[in-house]
């Protein structure tokens, strides 16, 4: 097995110390549960231990967050948007040049087509029947997909969001929302319209509405008008 380079382990240090001080410790606690396996603990496992926070707890603890490189060329942390016990979330990639720029989860062109699908399609109302983040809070250089690293660092802050939400359902948006979810390669062109489990929440994949505007086909808008369809279902809608 490939031992990590130096490199690697003094991140994931930096990373397991910063969570530390989010959980609430000014030391190391040698004898707690927390260190009883070293080796499987993992940040989102520490904030899970934690009472459940509400969303601008989960807020102040994130504070003006530096622990991955995205933080460096971003200009505004986009933490979420919406009702905060909403019913249905939904889950992005990333922020883009827009959301960048006012703080809020998609609010460019692949948004409006969102807002579109929410109340147009589902007959919802954007702002008081669902909530919207992202897996990663600042916007990736080009728009490219986040980096593993990346999404490790904001992972346990999506899972205090959902937790916070108590939300019905969570719908993924796009491939790398679905991965980051489930935790493996989600080739979402087959497994979109399919019900899933995260940390205790049902789960539908869909496409991104980016997706759908370079590919605005029919089968493409009939296929999100079915998993939406389902989601609603789901919500007794």
Known sequence: MQTPDRS???????????????????EIPCESELFAHPVSTSPV???????????????????????CKLSQGRKTIVFGSGNPKADLVFVGEGPGADEDEQGLPFVGRAGKKLTEIIEKGMNLNREKDTYICNIVKCRP?????PEKEEIEACNPFLVQQLKAIQPKVVVALGKPAASTLLGRNVAITKERGTWHDYEGFKLMLTFHPAYLLR???????????????????????
């Open 215 to 237: 590919a605005y086909t029919i089968e493409n808008r009939k296929a999100v008008h079915s998993d939406m369809k389902m989601v609603l279902e789901a919500l007794g809608r």
């Open 45 to 67: 496992k520490i904030m899970e231990a934690r009472k459940k926070s509400s969303l601008s707890q989960v807020q102040e603890e994130l504070g003006d967050c530096t622990r």
């Open 141 to 145: 250089p080009g728009n490219r997909d």
């Open 8 to 26: 690697h382990l003094l991140r994931e240090l930096k990373n397991h110390l910063l969570f530390l001080k989010d959980a609430g410790y000014s």
